[in-house]
C-alpha cells in the first residue's frame, strides 16, 4: 500500500460509519446485509454524512505526502469524494461475509463503481490529489473489512484464512507507521533504491550440479528450505526443559539478538539472505512480521575483514559490503536508521575471522549493540567458533541449525529436481537410495552435501560413491572436468587445463587461506601464490601469466569465485578445507596439522587430512594427536575427539593405532552433561559403537548418552535409542518423546514412540500432521505438546477420544479458539505459548483447567475472560504477557501458585488471593515497594518465592524480611555470571526462615548463608565450586562437564 495510517487514525471513520452493535450482534449465526449496518440511514443520513466529512477532512490533513503538501482546495476535494464514495457502502447488493470474500481493494473498486454517476466525480485537480484519494480509500476499506470479521463470529468461522489476512495487514500497517513514520522524503526515496538493490543482490543461490545449458542461479524463492533450530536446555517452569525445534523464522520472531550456529554448509548464510529479502520486500507474511519496517544490513565478515583495517562504523557499511550505492545514501541515513531501531544487522561468519581477532569483533558488536539499542542482530558462526557464552552479556540468545531431519531432506531433494527440470521419479529414487545407505542417510544432513548428493546422482545416473571424502573427489570431478568437457559446445580458451593441474594449483590457494586463517584472499596474493606453483608442474611455463590463470580459475573451475573485484573465494569452505588438507598431506606438513589441530577452524582440515592420506600417514597423523592430547592437558580432550572423529574416514588404518583412539576417546565415555553429550554428539556416527546401553548407568548419564545418540540422528542412533525404550527415568522418556524429528518419522514411532508407556508424566510432541496423525493412534494419550500449523478442526479429529490431561499449546499460528479443548473433560493443565490468535480464555469457564500458563514471545492482544477462570488453583502469566491490573485475574479463584509477567501491576491487591502458596515475580527487575512487600507479607500461606535479583535488593532497601518463606529460588542479574556475594547475604538477610534455596548460577560465596541455621540444601542450575559452604548445609549440583 502506498499509504501509512495506523489504525488509530482510520478507527474514528469507520465507527461514523456502521450503527454501534445491539448486543449479542457479534454471535450472529449468518451473514448480514451491509445495508443493515450502515449508520446513515433514513434521516440520520444528513447528519452522519456532516459528521463523517469532519473525520475526513481529519484524516486527509493526517495523510499528507510527507515532503509533497497538497493546496487546500486539494485536501478538500480528496476529503468530499472519499466521504461521497464511502456512502455508497449503503447501496451495495452484498452482506459482509461476500465482502470480506472479495478483500479491501476489491471492496474499493465496487465502491468507486457506484459513485460513478455522480455529477463530477473523482475529477481531482492534481495527480497527487487523486492518488492520495485512492490510497485513502483503500486504507479506509482494509479496516471496514476487519471491523468486520471482529464484530462477527461467523465470519470468524466461514473465512477463517481473509480474517487472518486481514489482521495481518492492519497491523502491518501499524508497524510500517510506527517504525517509517518519521522519514524524510529523501531517506524514504533511498530505502526504495537500497530494497531493490538487496532483493537482487541477495535474492539468488548458485545451485551445483545443473544441466550445464541453463543458469547456475537458484531463485531464493525456489531454493530456501525452512531449516530448524533449537535452543540450548533452559529453566521454564522451574526445571530444564528440553523444547521441540522451530523453524528458523518461527524462533527469531520474538527474540532481538541472536547468535546462530551452524556447521559449514548448514543453511546459515542462505538463511542471512533470506532474512535479508524478507525484509527488503517488507514481506508481512505469518512469522515474519517483526522485518516489517527493518532496514537489512548483510555483514560479511569476511568481507568487512579483507583490508585488516578496523571494522567500519554504521556511516561505512555499504562501502565495506562493495554495495554500489554507498555514494549515494542521504548524509547520516545510517545513523538515523539505527538510531530509529530500525535495523536488521546480519553479521555473516565470525568463523572465518582469525581466533586472535575475533574478541575485537566482539567488542565492536558491543559498542553498537550500546550506541544503538532497539535493532535487531543475526551473527552466524560455526559450533565451536566461540565459546558458548560469547555474546550472553549483550544480550545475545543462543539458536544452533538443527541438522536437517527426513522432512527437510525429502523438501529439499524433490525442490533440487524441480529447478533442473527432473521428473519427480528421478527424486523418489534418490531417496530411496539414500533411505537404504546408511552412510548417504549420515552425510544428507545439510543443505551443501545434499546439493551435491542431488547433483551427482543426477550426473552418474544414479551411481553414488561411499563416504564424504569419495563424494567430494566425484563433485570436484564434475566441476573441474566433466563440466566443459561434456558440453556439446565446449568453449575456446586461452589456458587448457587438465583436472590434475586444477587441483594442484587450488590447493596452493586453498593452503594459503587456511594457513593465514582466512577464507578470502586479494586477486594480488593468489598470483603471487600461483607464480609459485606454476613453475612446479609439468609444462607450467607454457600456461601463461599467473594472472591469465588465475582469470581461467575464476571463470571455468567452478570451484573459485570472485565476490567483488579485485578479490578471490572458495564457492564453499567446505572445498576450501577438502584442498588444503590434500595440499598439506601431499606436501608431508603434518607438523603444521597436528600443532593446529586444536582450533576450530581446522577441525574439517584434519579430518580431510586423514582421508586423504596414506595408511601408514594415516596411523602417524593420528599418533601424533592423542600424543599431543596426552601431554597437554588443555587441550587433551579436544585432540582425543578430533582424532575419534577422523575413525570415519580412515578407510585403512592399523589396528593398533585404532585402538589407541578408541581407547582415549572410551575414557570420556558414559558422558555426564548435555555439554559433553554435545561434544560426543560432534564426532559423528563413529562415536555411537563407543555409548553404552542402559545398564549400569545413573540417570544423568542414561540422559546424556539418549540426548548424543539423538543428536546423531542417523539409523544407527536409532538402534542405540532402543533399549532405552524401557528406562522408566522421566527425563529419557521426554527425550525419547521430543527428538523424533532428527529420524525417519514412520520408523521412530513405531520402534521408539509406540513403546512408551503412557501415564501422567508422559507428554508426546507433535509438530506436523503426519506427527499427530500417528500419535492420534495410540491409546490413551494424558499430555501433548503441539507446536505447527494446527487447527481447531484438526486437532478435534486428532485428539477425540483421548484422556488428555495436558496440552501445551506453542506457536500454533491457525488457532483463534480455545473453546474446542472443553471436548477434553480430563484436561487439567493447559500451556499457551505465543498463540496470537488465542485472545479470549472464557471458554475456560466452567471446565476442569487448573493449572494454566500463559507466554508471549510479544505484546499480545489482552486476553479477554481470565478474570472468569474461578477453577484455577496454578496460574501463569509469563513473559511479555500483557496484565494491566490485578483485577483482570480470577478474583474468586483459589490460587496456590501465582506467576506474573515482566510488566508486574502494582501488588497491593495480592492479599485477594490467600490461599497463594507459591508467588513467581522472576520475569520482573523492578522492585516492589514497600507497601507491596507488607502486602505479601501478610499472605498466610505464602512459603515459596521467586524472585530476580531486583526484588531482594529492594526488600533489603526497605529493611524488610519475610521469616515464614521457607523455599525461594533466585534469579541474578547476570544470567551466566556468579552470584554476587552481596546478593547472597541480601538472602540471608531477607529470609530468616529459609530451609531451602535454588540458585540459577553458582553463588560466589556461600558464607553469607551460614546466617540462616535452618537451611538444609541449596540447590544450583550449574555445576558449583562450593565456595566457603557453612558445614551445616548440603548442595546440590550438576557435574561439571569434562569436555
Known sequence: MGLRLASAAVAPLVKKLFAPAAPGAGLVDKPVRIAALVSFRGEKRTVVERDLARVAKTLVERAEPVGHPLESDEKARVAEELVATLMALGDLAMDDVQAVQLGHRELAARLLAAGEDAPGARDFPTRRADELFHDLLDTACLHILDFFTKRSTFIARTLVEQSRQLGRLVRTVDLLVERLGDRTAEDAAFEERYAAYVRGEHGTLTIYGLDLAQSREWPLDDAYLSLETHRPDRVEDGGLAERAPQRAERALGGLDRVLLRGHAGSGKTTLVQWLAVSAARQDAAKDLEHLVGRVPFVLTMRTLTRAGGPLPDPGRFLAAVDCPLAGAQPAGWTDRVLATGRGLLLVDGVDEVPEGEREGVRRWLRRLGTTYPG???????????????????????????????????????????????????????????????????????????CAVICALHRERNGYLPRGRKALYDAALSLLLERRDRERPDPPRVEVDLDADTLVSLLQQLANWLIINGRSEMSAEVATAQLAQSLPLIHRGDRLGPATTVLRHLIERSGVLREPVDGAVDFVHRTFQDYLGARYLVEWHHFPALVAHAHEDQWEDVIRMAVAHAQPVQRGELLTRLIERGDAEPEHRVRL??????????????????????????????????????????????????????????????????????????????????????????????????????????????????????????????????????????????????????????????????????????????????????????????????????????????????????????????????????????????????????????????????????????????????????????????????????????ALPRLTTLVLHAGAVRSLADHGMALPRVRSLQFFPDDPEGPVPADDVARVAAAFPGAAWLLFNTDPADFAPLAALPGLETVRTFPPSARRNVPDHIEVIAPPAPRY
Open 375 to 449: 535493532n535487531l542482530w543475526l551473527v552466524t558462526a560455526r559450533p565451536s567458533a566461540v565459546r558458548e557464552d560469547w555474546l550472553h552479556a549483550l544480550g545475545f540468545t543462543e539458536l544452533s541449525l538443527a541438522p536437517m531431519g527426513h522432512t527437510d531432506l525429502h523438501a529439499f531433494v524433490h525442490r533440487w529436481h524441480r529447478a533442473v527440470g527432473a521428473a519427480p521419479e528421478a527424486a523418489d529414487t534418490l531417496l530411496d537410495l539414500v533411505q537404504g545407505r546408511g552412510d548417504l542417510a549420515a552425510l544428507a544432513t545439510n543443505p551443501l552435501m
Open 640 to 937: 582425543h575427539l578430533v582424532a575419534m572423529a577422523c575413525l570415519e574416514h580412515a578407510t585403512q588404518l592399523s589396528p593398533d593405532v585404532r585402538a589407541e583412539v578408541t581407547a582415549r576417546a572410551r575414557a570420556l565415555l558414559p558422558p555426564r552433561t548435555r555439554e559433553e553429550s554435545r561434544a560426543l554428539a560432534g564426532v559423528g556416527q563413529v562415536v555411537l559403537d563407543l555409548l553404552p546401553g542402559p545398564d549400569e548407568l545413573y540417570d544423568d548419564e542414561a540422559d546424556a548418552v539418549v540426548y548424543a545418540a539423538t543428536r546423531v540422528g542417523t539409523d544407527t542412533a536409532l538402534n542405540k535409542l532402543r533399549p532405552f525404550r524401557s528406562r522408566a527415568t522421566g527425563s529419557v522418556r521426554h527425550l525419547l518423546s521430543v527428538n523424533w524429528q532428527r529420524f525417519d518419522t514412520r520408523r521412530y514411532f513405531d520402534e521408539i514412540l509406540r513403546h512408551l508407556h503412557d501415564d501422567d508424566t508422559l507428554i508426546r510432541f507433535a509438530r506436523t500432521d503426519e506427527e499427530l496423525r500417528l500419535l492420534s493412534g495410540l491409546a490413551g494419550m494424558r499430555g501433548i505438546d503441539l507446536s505447527g500449523d494446527f487447527t481447531e478442526a484438526a486437532l478435534i479429529e486428532a485428539l477425540t477420544g483421548h484422556p488428555l490431561g495436558l496440552i501445551h499449546l506453542r506457536s500454533c499460528p491457525a488457532l483463534r479458539d480455545i473453546a474446542w479443548v472443553r471436548r477434553f473433560p480430563s484436561l487439567t493443565t493447559l500451556l499457551v505459548d505465543t498463540c496470537h490468535g488465542i485472545t479470549d480464555l472464557t471458554p475456560l469457564a466452567d471446565t476442569g483447567v487448573q493449572r494454566l500458563h500463559l507466554y508471549n514471545d510479544e505484546a499480545p492482544a489482552v486476553m479477554r475472560g481470565l478474570d472468569r477462570l474461578d477453577g484455577l488453583t496454578e496460574l501463569t502469566v509469563g513473559s511479555r504477557t500483557r496484565l494491566g491490573t490485578l483485577a483482570e485475574l480470577p478474583g474468586a479463584a483459589e490460587l496456590a501458585s501465582l506467576t506474573l509477567p515482566n510488566d508486574v501491576p502494582d501488588l497491593g491487591g495480592i492479599g485477594a488471593w490467600p490461599t497463594l502458596t507459591q508467588l513467581c515475580l522472576h520475569f520482573t527487575t523492578r522492585g516492589p515497594s514497600r507497601e507491596e512487600w507488607e502486602a505479601v507479607a
